[in-house]
């Protein structure tokens, strides 16, 4: 019932500032992802009518086909048209025409002739990566997809559900492209560029159709030059020298306090539960001997692997039976850890991986950092975590598994550019000495955490800070009412408003902060 008068007030709303108006052109669309993300689904209210100003187009909204599912696919037919206090009823409020599912789309016959030729060539994890289809890219997605539905650690191509799974996805494909043959697509909206939801954004992008990535914090435009967003690190340095002299003094300053917060144990990473950097110590865990002590820190195996593009390995398994048979031709004492907020089934394959490799010693989560490191810890793997920039504080070594992460533009952690080169670094730790510039780790804090903001929420952090709120409460139906009652207004209405038409006119790749929102910030967290 409270979410039904939530919906209500959320749907009011709507209408009154979102006004409909009658498209001219009915086969012009905007296609919009279909979520339940209140903050997001607010976020597109605003990207989506200024894309249906601008372009005089119908905003359907279409479901996200994961995994081939008919009774699904039938409920969301029957759901869609009887909406009322719904999800679909709020997306109806703010402009939305039509609900459409891509499995209502029919395969032609070259189509199914095209998908038995791709299954057919696809023989090893590498070429199922590498997939392309009429030059669009679209093999990281199926491969990240299929990890996360099935909650795999990596692509058996024996497994029934991984070929059925691949089929469908294909289908999937080609249906999504006769829907942008029959409709003239103006632009896409989706919540994220990574996995099958983003295949018709990948489709929109080789036509040089707009392509945008909206959330409640960041508004990204995707083109043939970068395909995923949150990829900005690419220019951290050039950017951050792009900054006024006082700015550049007053982040870096910043930077420093919440580095020191972040390793007291407090400001946690977006969405976790626990700091990896608490002050508790247990009993010893490290070995006191003269070897060389490695520490493999972890990825969640199904996770979205290549948010960033591709890693030196397929994925994170891969990555993790490399260093498994290194570990047995090293005189190093290698050392395991989870991330600090695992799924339950990557600690199932993990003990399975131990006991195939019982001389890398597992290390509870409860165990801090500060204590790995107090007890010798000297080298930290990772593909692109961030404890490539947190142990280098320590001067600390750390080796990354992928050029396309994070900490790319800096020296404090290594990038090894090939598996080769990687084997040879790892193979050779004793000749890397620690000459770490920790003025560019806060250079990349800075960048990286500081200066990214919510576009949409101006108390976005306040947010995420309060016990009673948290990180995921953005995305509840209860969020409605806190954007009505705190973060709404007609200014910041028409603000927004404005805000979105500009990027939209603009060719930027991010909706950034302007001089003014600069020092607005500045003033607040002087």
């Given at each position: 019932m409270i979410n039904f008068l939530t919906n209500l007030r959320i749907i009011f709303h709507n209408h009154k500032f979102f006004k409909k108006n009658k498209i001219k052109n009915k086969n012009d669309i905007i296609l919009l992802e279909f979520n339940r993300l209140a903050s997001s689904i607010i976020s597109y209210s605003y990207l989506s009518n200024v894309l249906k100003k601008k372009f005089d187009a119908n905003i359907y909204a279409y479901r996200i086909t994961a995994k081939k599912n008919l009774l699904k696919d039938f409920l969301w037919k029957l759901l869609s048209k009887i909406y009322l206090l719904s999800t679909f009823h709020i997306y109806k409020s703010f402009g939305v025409e039509k609900f459409i599912c891509p499995n209502d789309y029919g395969l032609e016959k070259n189509d199914i002739r095209q998908i038995t030729k791709i299954t057919n060539s696809i023989i090893t994890k590498k070429d199922l990566l590498n997939l392309s289809i009429n030059n669009i890219y679209i093999g990281d997605l199926i491969y990240d997809s299929y990890l996360m539905n099935y909650k795999k650690a990596t692509i058996d191509f024996e497994s029934k559900d991984f070929n059925f799974y691949f089929r469908h996805t294909l289908e999937t494909f080609f249906k999504w492209k006769y829907f942008f043959k029959k409709f003239n697509v103006k632009s896409v909206i989706v919540s994220h560029t990574v996995y099958t939801l983003a295949i018709p954004l990948r489709i929109a992008v080789h036509k040089?159709?707009?392509?945008?990535?909206?959330?409640s914090q960041h508004l990204y435009r995707l083109s043939k030059k970068n395909n995923y967003a949150y990829t900005e690190f690419l220019e951290y340095k050039k950017k951050f020298n792009?900054?006024?002299?006082?700015?550049?003094?007053?982040?870096?300053?910043?930077?420093?306090?919440?580095?020191?917060?972040?390793?007291?144990?407090?400001?946690?990473?977006?969405?976790?539960?626990?700091?990896?950097?608490?002050?508790?110590?247990l009993k010893k865990i490290i070995k006191q001997n003269k070897k060389i002590k490695v520490l493999i820190a972890t990825h969640c195996f199904f996770d979205n692997p290549h948010p960033y593009g591709k890693n030196l390995f397929v994925d994170f398994y891969a990555w993790l039976e490399f260093l498994g048979q290194l570990s047995k031709s090293t005189t190093y004492d290698w050392y395991l850890k989870l991330h600090p907020d695992y799924l339950p089934d990557t600690k199932i394959i993990i003990n399975k991986f131990l006991e195939k490799y019982p001389n890398i010693v597992y290390i509870p989560n409860l165990y801090s950092h500060h204590q790995l490191i107090k007890e010798g810890i000297d080298v930290a793997l990772t593909c692109w975590g961030s404890i490539a920039h947190e142990y280098p504080l320590f001067d600390k070594l750390v080796v990354n598994a992928s050029v396309n992460n994070p900490h790319i533009n800096y020296e404090f952690s290594l990038h090894p550019k090939t598996i080769k080169e990687y084997q040879n670094v790892l193979l050779n730790l004793s000749k890397y000495k620690n000459s770490i510039n920790k003025n560019d780790i806060y250079e990349f804090y800075a960048m990286n955490f500081i200066l990214r903001k919510s576009w949409l929420l101006k108390n976005f952090n306040e947010i995420i800070k309060e016990k009673k709120y948290g990180y995921y409460f953005q995305f509840q139906p209860e969020f409605y009412n806190y954007w009505l009652k705190n973060e709404f207004s007609n200014f910041t209405h028409n603000?927004?408003?404005?805000?979105?038409?500009?990027?939209?006119?603009s060719n930027d790749y991010l909706m950034n902060w302007n001089k003014k929102e600069l020092n607005e910030f500045f003033k607040n967290n002087a």
């Open positions: 040089n159709i707009c392509a945008y990535q909206c959330s792009q900054l006024d002299k006082k700015i550049k003094i007053k982040t870096i300053k910043l930077a420093k306090n919440k580095v020191k917060n972040k390793f007291s144990g407090k400001d946690l990473a977006l969405g976790s539960t626990t700091s990896a950097y608490n002050k508790k110590f603000d927004n408003l404005e805000k979105v038409s500009k990027f939209v006119e």
